[in-house]
């Protein structure tokens, strides 16, 4: 990792997390999340971290063999504007790229930052219904104003054995 403020977060980070998120959310386009969900999916976090604590994260979720979404990026709005958002996300995509993930995904509203970090636009339609399911639970469902964006990691799954495909 580029950034040495950027580690995997741990339990105790869980209320600076669902903190930063609850409060994200009441001004950027964020999804907010219970302790209980930032919990179940605490191995999927990364945080910022200059020695006080959790103030900033980002999420890494697998959804299918080749294919893993980044979600709840969130920077403390005193830090914002340093680039540990990028390094937050470059942090999961190092992740994916090792984790033989071949493409990763998000749904924006910040679409202009991830196509900095060379994601492309692609259509909610193309990715599989699997991702759904968390969407039925957004304030903006069905009317979601999100762009989604993906990037091929160039990872490939190293396996002889077959694997499902959505159908």
Request: aromatic share 8%.
């Amino acid at each position: 990792m580029a950034n040495a403020h950027i580690r995997k977060a741990g339990l105790a980070d869980v209320p600076a997390i669902h903190g930063l998120i609850q409060e994200a959310s009441k001004t950027v386009p964020v999804i907010p999340r219970s302790q209980f969900e930032i919990y179940s999916m605490l191995r999927d976090f990364f945080v910022f971290d200059e020695g006080r604590g959790c103030q900033a994260c980002c999420a890494l979720h697998i959804t299918w063999h080749d294919l893993a979404e980044v979600k709840s990026l969130v920077v403390d709005e005193s830090l914002r504007g340093r680039g540990i958002g990028r390094d937050l996300v470059q942090a999961c995509l190092d992740e994916a790229r090792t984790l033989q993930v071949s493409q990763v995904f998000a749904l924006t509203n910040v679409t202009d930052f991830f196509l900095k970090m060379g994601f492309s636009r692609t259509e909610k339609e193309n990715l599989p219904q699997k991702i759904w399911g968390e969407c039925v639970r957004c304030p903006k469902f069905p009317n979601c104003d999100e762009t989604a964006v993906i990037l091929d990691t160039g990872a490939t799954l190293d396996t002889d054995i077959p694997l499902p495909r959505l159908t």
